[in-house]
């Protein structure tokens, strides 16, 4: 789903998947699974639907 909003939206991202529960905790993710970008945890306990992505990082952007 990430890659598809980020696809929809023209955002040339990198996407990577972390399973170290030390790295979540680094992040600030409490539970999983997680969408975080640039530091700031967008969605945490749940999927994203590609809308949600969309809007999620539309206001990262402005």
């Not at 993710?29 to 967008?42: N, S």
């Amino acid at each position: 789903n990430v890659r598809e909003a980020c696809r929809a939206l023209g955002i040339d991202a990198e996407v990577t998947h972390v399973a170290d529960p030390r790295e979540f905790a680094k992040m600030g993710v409490r539970m999983t699974p997680a969408v975080v970008v640039d530091g700031t945890v967008l969605f945490s306990g749940k999927v994203p639907t590609v809308e949600e992505l969309k809007e999620a990082l539309q206001k990262l952007r402005s």
